[in-house]
T-cell receptor, first 109, second 114 residues
Framework: DAKTTQPNSMESNEEEPVHLPCNHS???????IHWYRQLPSQGPEYVIH?????VNNRMASLAIAEDRKSSTLILHRATLRDAAVYYC??????????WGAGTKLIIKP | ETGVTQSPTHLIKTRGQQVTLRCSSQ?????VSWYQQALGQGPQFIFQ???????GRGNFPPRFSGLQFPNYSSELNVNALELDDSALYLC?????????????FGPGTRLLVL
């Protein structure tokens, strides 16, 4: 299974962009990278996923390195409601998510 | 709101007892995955059910078992509870067959084993 490395925590100011890094150097060529987040006292929620090229949706952007060994989740304008634990997760060939410890994002007003 | 519901929300059991947790999947979803999340850690994959059959299992002992019903709802059963089983149990539903299916999570059941 592919392993991921993320910072334990990051801080950002409200209304500023946030770049959350993830290293996944052992990812296989066909594993997609998924990002989920978990707000306090809630179940995780899907944020975005991608394979090789950069992806955008209404919540965030995902920048994937050309060698696919790392990716960055970008929140363009963080709000207090974005304070959560963010998980970078390779999805294996059985469509099963393998989770690490994630990055706790702290947003300062 | 994901449309995935779990019951009960909280539960207290004693060591050695058995527990059943329930999950109703989102409409149109045929796959349910169960996760255990200890405090301060990421979710750990327990197993997945697709069309009433187990479709993959994580590193959990056989006393963790499950069922999926024809309406795609699911149960997680844990026998001979141990103190370390205290955790948040999450279920997620998805629609197998879609490329890179997204999983939709319920709010979880918090289990405390004394």
């Amino acid at each position: 299974d592919a392993k991921t490395t993320q910072p334990n925590s990051m801080e950002s100011n409200e209304e500023e962009p946030v770049h959350l890094p993830c290293n996944h150097s052992t990812i296989s060529g066909t594993d997609y990278i998924h990002w989920y987040r978990q707000l306090p006292s809630q179940g995780p929620e899907y944020v975005i996923h991608g394979l090789t090229s950069n992806v955008n949706n209404r919540m965030a952007s995902l920048a994937i390195a050309e060698d696919r060994k790392s990716s960055t989740l970008i929140l363009h304008r963080a709000t207090l409601r974005d304070a959560a634990v963010y998980y970078c997760i390779p999805m294996d060939s059985n469509y099963q998510l393998i989770w690490g410890a994630g990055t706790k994002l702290i947003i300062k007003p | 709101e994901t449309g995935v519901t779990q019951s009960p929300t909280h539960l207290i059991k004693t060591r050695g007892q058995q527990v059943t947790l329930r999950c109703s999947s989102q409409s149109g979803h045929n796959t349910v995955s169960w996760y255990q999340q200890a405090l301060g850690q990421g979710p750990q994959f327990i197993f997945q059910y697709y069309r009433e059959e187990e479709n993959g299992r994580g590193n959990f002992p056989p006393r963790f078992s499950g069922l999926q019903f024809p309406n795609y709802s699911s149960e997680l059963n844990v026998n001979a509870l141990e103190l370390d089983d205290s955790a948040l149990y999450l279920c997620a539903s998805s629609r197998t067959g879609e490329t890179q299916e997204t999983q939709y999570f319920g709010p979880g059941t918090r289990l405390l084993v004394l």
